[in-house]
Nanobody, 116 residues
Framework: QVQLVESGGGLVQAGGSLRLSCTAS????????IGWYRQAPGKQRELVARFTRGGRTNYADSVKGRFAISRNNANNTVYLQMNSLRPEDTAVYYCNLENLAGYNYWGQGTQVTVSS
């Protein structure tokens, strides 16, 4: 069992920045992927950014150049730096870890609200 604890959400004006953190209860080595998804009201959950095995990163097209994912394996934490935020970035952001068996763990979610 893996627990993921997120923090860093909040309310920000358009053009502002936020940094999300997600700390896992186990090592983030030897996993398939770790990263961030989001779900806006009435929409499906979508990938925002993640690390995959081998250290590759995937970003949603809508956040490329504005968001950056990073990690600190020493403390099992992954970060999402969000700059130039837009109202359409408003969503609940979820941390996700996929283990080597393909099982997905999710955090409780953190609300990000961007006002225009």
């Amino acid at each position: 069992q893996v627990q993921l604890v997120e923090s860093g959400g909040g309310l920000v004006q358009a053009g502002g920045s936020l940094r999300l953190s997600c700390t896992a209860s186990r090592s983030t080595f030897s996993i398939n992927a770790i990263g961030w998804y989001r779900q806006a009201p009435g929409k499906q959950r979508e990938l925002v950014a993640r690390f995959t095995r081998g250290g590759r990163t995937n970003y949603a097209d809508s956040v490329k150049g504005r968001f950056a994912i990073s990690r600190n394996n020493a403390n099992n934490t992954v970060y999402l730096q969000m700059n130039s935020l837009r109202p359409e970035d408003t969503a609940v952001y979820y941390c996700n870890l996929e283990n080597l068996a393909g099982y997905n763990y999710w955090g409780q979610g953190t609300q990000v609200t961007v006002s225009s």
